[in-house]
């Protein structure tokens, strides 16, 4: 499988690691997954380094629109993307900036986003949210 992932619930992260080709098929499956798995709220560090996403122009606005989707209803927790290469940079750029306001860096080192992750978890407020007013504004920038 092209996307695996691991959850550790006791700090509520998912490890998503990708290999080979990646599609939008792997990419529904595994946003299903965690719905069906009650993980749609975890703290999501993805490591792209390792794979290549196969998503055209098309693909690219199905995914995000996907993703905007997802971030309906319950909170999805916040996504630290690690990615190797230029050309998947400008496509997880892209995917932000399609998918709607909500908790999504780019990096380019493991380190970094888990720094990120980590430092977001600890300054989450779940009452701003629910009113929906965002005290982490300063978060939401690409690295």
Known sequence: MPLSWSTLPDSQLCIVSG????????????????IAEGTKGYAKLVD????TLALDS????????????????????PVAMVVGSALTLDMAV???????????RIFISIGAARSWLKSYQESYDP???ATGISIRSRFLRAV
Request: glycine share 10%; proline share 4%.
């Open 19 to 34: 290999e080979g080709t990646v599609t939008r098929s792997d990419i529904y499956t595994y946003l299903a997954r965690t």
């Open 48 to 51: 792209i380094t390792a794979c």
């Open 127 to 129: 009452s701003a949210f």
């Open 94 to 104: 892209l995917l932000k900036q399609k998918a709607g306001d909500r908790p999504f």
């Open 58 to 77: 098309d693909d690219l606005d199905t995914v995000a629109h996907r993703l905007m989707q997802y971030g309906r209803g319950n909170r999805p927790g």
